[in-house]
């Protein structure tokens, strides 16, 4: 069926035919085509900043922006959405001005499609790069930064495991204002600015000629963005020119005609807002790619458009799908690469999360038609990228409900399920200081991975990923880390002389403490080494409050600010803290001193304490102990995440509980654990998931304890994955019992859960055969992945986790 059949305001709509071999060729083109490293974001880098020596860093970072976007190759392929990151389809970047390290190694590099290749003639650039770049990236002027504040250097805790820095790679995650770009348009946002510029005062001295720069900066990338959405349209009349194919001329024309119109301008159509969007977020994530750049209710924001096209009967449902579909094909062909460590603590994930259901500013329910489609699509696509989150309450539609299910038994691992109460609770309390409102709360999303946050409004500096289940092996080792050799806590005595298990606990706090500290020292470090350095004027002129106060978001320019300072390891501490209470200040089935040499045996030779390890009380099975300590050491982390001060601008804050894969990196240099895990295993993915296997009570009792392990409003996150045989979710029952599991839990105060479908059988055969499973996706903690891809480490893990029955 044709697209368009009238004309449209200043626009003729021509149309196109739905064609679903096109999506399949778009989506093999994914997975067949290798990765590369484009390696001319790094030449035009380099050469960018030797023009510009001397320049405000606002300044700096707005012309490589502009001399990147006026250069960098482009091209259209068989996608009526256009636009990319790299030159060419599947090609990443990469960005040393935040970390060279691994450009110093010949490693294998890994993306999120897989292993990426680097030309030896691109590597030969790496020399000039290393050169240039030593001692300056980001990551290397925060530890210098941190060694002249604190007197010791902070590598050593990061070797060791006990925190993941955010400073080797880019920084900060959000939501962006994409409503703000389809109702204005990029010009409307340019002359917001313009008016700000002419009104602002001439001064060199004062705070006017910050905003000056500020303004100037911004300026410069709004129209980069503008004159790059051109270049595509040259490009496609480029190719219509020497087209013999007439059905492929018209598409590029319309390609072409389109790509002149938005985001300069408002669009004028349901496909013209797709564009739009795309090319607003694509800009950013060539700005500054990394984790996080989520899209907020994109399905809501697009909704208006779609019905206007479809009331006219311009557009159907199966056309609009159509659409969405290459739209998502492009997102999953964003990547980037940041080393091997990276690789282990993020597998690559992009974090483009959108959310669904909701609700309104006013209380209702926010679904909006749009949101079913979005599901129909990834139904259809299976993709990575995006992911989703269904933000859930109880005036839900049951069919909208059933069709995020039929997502689920899909295998994908999403949508991720939200709770809305709590996300209000949580953005409330947070920004409470901040002046925000109900309404504002209301419409919170998820920004990244699984953390809430104001939407549009919100700038995400990084702090750092925090190992809790250090500071346990620390307090059992005098502060030295068992694998390294190396004090790194501080000493609160051997094992051996804890006379009660109060003592054990009092150590652990201590070190606990002694982390948080350092650890946000050094992100505090970061995110100031970040807004010296790094600013991102693109980013910031898509935050609310930014504009309005003249000032770039890392400089706390945006409405609301937060950091993000992730803790994992949490249920792994507890685990072992309840083994040795019970095994040897309880029933004293050991000595500390026996339990000590099992776990520096890593329980070879020790089979039979590493069996009563094992069957101690484990978190996810409805015992109201284990969960009571769980939540303790989540309250007592509270206590010594805010005595560690505020975040980097001075605001509250809240720390975020869960693991991306983390877990894998934290796990990879952590020795054997009380608990029975041994050493370098991944540790317990999520933030009150079960270790895996050791949830032995069926899927309610795990529901139940992770709803009650960790008041989820006082941290930004939360995080629940179980994992189910396909078979059990089969039909209307599988529905209906999944469903049930996710309203018990969130009445309980849960406030995520998302769910593995899959067989633990396919998952071993993948790891031994990945040639037959290229397109086996599972989900890790906030996002999926191809399993063949992921570290061996995740893999495993996700092997080992329960899968649950109902009964």
């Known amino acids: 069926m044709a697209m368009a059949m009238a004309r449209k305001e200043n626009f003729d709509e021509r149309g196109f035919e739905v064609d679903e071999e096109r999506i ?38 707005a012309k490589f922006f502009e001399k990147l976007m006026k250069e960098k190759g482009l091209y259209v392929d068989e996608s009526l959405i256009v636009g990319s990151m790299a030159a060419f389809p599947m090609g990443i970047y990469a960005h040393p001005e935040w970390n060279i390290d691994w450009m110093k190694k010949d490693v294998k590099a890994v993306s999120h499609l897989g292993d990426v290749t680097i030309s030896d003639e691109d590597k030969k650039l790496f020399e000039e790069v290393i050169a240039y770049w030593d001692g300056k990236t980001l990551n290397d002027r925060s530890n210098k930064k941190f060694e002249e504040m604190y007197g010791f250097s902070p590598l050593p805790p990061q070797v060791a495991g006990l925190f993941y820095n955010f400073t080797s790679w880019p920084n900060g995650a959000g939501l962006a204002n994409y409503h703000k770009v389809l109702t204005k348009g990029v010009g409307g946002i340019i002359k917001d600015v313009e008016e700000r510029l002419k009104a602002l005062p001439l001064s060199n001295v004062d705070a006017a000629n910050e905003k000056r720069v500020f303004y100037e900066a911004v300026h410069t990338e709004l129209r980069t963005v503008i004159h790059w959405a051109h270049r595509y349209a040259e490009l496609a009349k480029d190719m219509a020119a020497k087209e013999k194919n007439p059905e492929r001329v018209k598409e590029l024309l319309e390609i072409a005609e389109i790509c002149e119109w938005v985001p300069e301008n408002t669009p004028r159509s349901f496909r013209e807002a797709v564009q739009s969007l795309f090319f607003t977020h694509t800009a950013l994530q060539i700005e500054q790619v990394g984790c996080g750049t989520s899209l907020g209710y994109m399905g809501q924001i697009l909704e208006p458009f779609y019905q206007k096209d479809k009331q006219a009967g311009l557009i159907t449902k199966e056309e609009a799908v159509y659409l969405l579909k290459m739209l998502f094909i492009k997102f999953q062909e964003m990547g980037y690469y940041f080393g091997q460590e990276f690789q282990k603590a993020n597998s690559a994930d992009m974090g483009q999360t959108i959310s669904i259901g909701g609700i309104t500013s006013d209380g209702k329910d926010a679904t909006a038609e749009l949101d079913y489609l979005l599901l129909d699509a990834q139904i259809a696509l299976r993709n990575i990228q995006p992911t989703f989150a269904l933000f859930y309450h109880d005036n839900l539609k049951e069919d909208f409900l059933s069709k995020a ?229 989540y309250d007592d982390y509270l206590v010594s995440y805010y005595r560690a001060g505020p975040c980097y601008l001075g605001k509250k804050g809240k720390p975020d509980a869960y693991s991306k894969s983390a877990h894998n990196l934290h796990g990879a240099v952590t020795g054997a654990l009380p608990c029975g895990r041994e050493a ?58 999944l469903l049930s599991i996710v309203k018990g839990y969130m009445d309980k105060g849960g406030s995520h859960v998302q769910f593995n479908c899959v067989d633990s059988d396919t998952l071993k055969d993948a790891q031994a055969h990945p040639e037959k499973y290229r397109d086996l996706v599972v989900r890790v903690a906030g996002f999926s992945a191809y399993f063949i891809h992921l570290d061996k480490g995740v893999q495993d893990e996700v092997i080992r986790r329960t899968e649950l029955k109902f009964h």
């Open 405 to 633: 299910v039929d997502l689920v038994r899909t295998g994908v691992g999403q949508p991720q399920f939200m709770n809305t109460n709590i996300m209000v609770q949580r953005l409330l309390d947070q920004y409470r200081a901040d002046g925000i409102t109900l309404a504002e709360a209301r419409r919170g999303a998820v920004a990244g991975c699984v953390t809430t946050a104001p939407n549009g409004a919100t700038s995400h500096h990084l702090e750092g990923s925090h190992c809790i289940a250090k500071a346990l092996e620390f307090a059992l080792n005098d502060g030295k880390d068992p694998l390294t050799g190396q004090q790194i806590g501080p000493k609160t005595g051997a094992a051996e002389s804890f006379a009660t298990y109060e003592d054990l606990y009092e150590a652990f706090r201590e070190q606990m403490q002694y982390g948080t500290e350092l650890v946000r020292n050094h992100g505090r470090i970061g995110c100031m080494m970040s807004e010296e350095y790094l600013p991102v004027p693109l980013r910031s002129s898509l935050l609310d409050g930014c504009i309005e106060n003249g000032k770039a978001c890392w400089a706390g320019g945006a409405k609301y600010s937060t950091a993000v300072h992730i803790i994992c390891g949490v249920v792994d501490t507890a685990n072992s803290l309840a083994a040795v209470k019970k095994l040897v200040f309880e029933d004293k089935k050991l000595t500390m001193g026996e339990l000590m040499k099992a776990l520096e045996a890593n329980f070879e030779g020790y089979e039979k304490i590493k069996k009563m390890c094992l069957n101690a009380p484990k978190h996810g099975n409805d015992d109201d102990e284990m969960t009571a300590l769980v939540r303790k050491v």
């Open 24 to 61: 399949q060729r778009l989506k093999a083109q994914l997975l067949d085509t290798p990765q590369k490293l484009d390696i001319q974001r790094i030449e035009v880098l380099m050469e960018s900043y030797r023009e510009t020596e001397g320049l405000p860093h606002l300044i700096r970072r």
């Open 680 to 737: 370098r295993r991944a540790l317990t993915d999520g933030s009150v998931s079960a270790m895996p296997g050791s949830d032995t009570n069926g899927p309610t009792a795990l529901a139940n304890s992770a709803a009650q392990a960790q008041d989820a409003a006082a941290f930004t996150s939360n995080h629940l994955n179980m994992k189910f045989h396909p078979a059990t979710l089969e039909g209307g029952a599988g529905t209906r019992n």
